[in-house]
Nanobody, 121 residues
């Protein structure tokens, strides 16, 4: 019984910034990796950034140097700070998490419903 809720999306001008948040709630024993993905109109979903439980991060080449992923383990929350936004960043952004719900259980993947990010030129 795990749910993810994203927030922070909206409309912003090119060069602006947004901060996305995703809160994980429910039966949580531990959270492993947490990810941000996005899907633009007419395109397939792609990985934007990921962060492990030890705070190791990876980024898509298209967002390196502009986006920063972070997590607050005490709040079961992952963030995506997006700076220097470009029109090509326009997409629905989804968070995902690999959650272990009990001792001895295997982690399962959970997804949020997504939040719209629109960057105007």
């Amino acid at each position: 019984q795990v749910q993810l809720v994203e927030s922070g999306g909206g409309l912003v001008q090119a060069g602006g910034s947004l901060r996305l948040s995703c809160v994980v709630s429910g039966s949580i024993f531990s959270i492993n990796a947490m990810d941000w993905h996005r899907q633009a109109p007419g395109k397939q979903r792609e990985l934007v950034a990921a962060i492990t439980s030890s705070s190791y991060t990876i980024y898509a080449d298209s967002v390196k140097g502009r986006f920063t992923i972070s997590r607050d383990n005490a709040k079961n929350t992952v963030y995506l700070q997006m700076n220097s936004l470009k029109p090509e960043d326009t997409a629905v952004y989804y968070c995902a998490a690999q959650v272990q719900t009990g001792w001895g259980s295997d982690p399962s993947d959970y997804w949020g419903q997504g939040t719209q990010v629109t960057v105007s030129s």
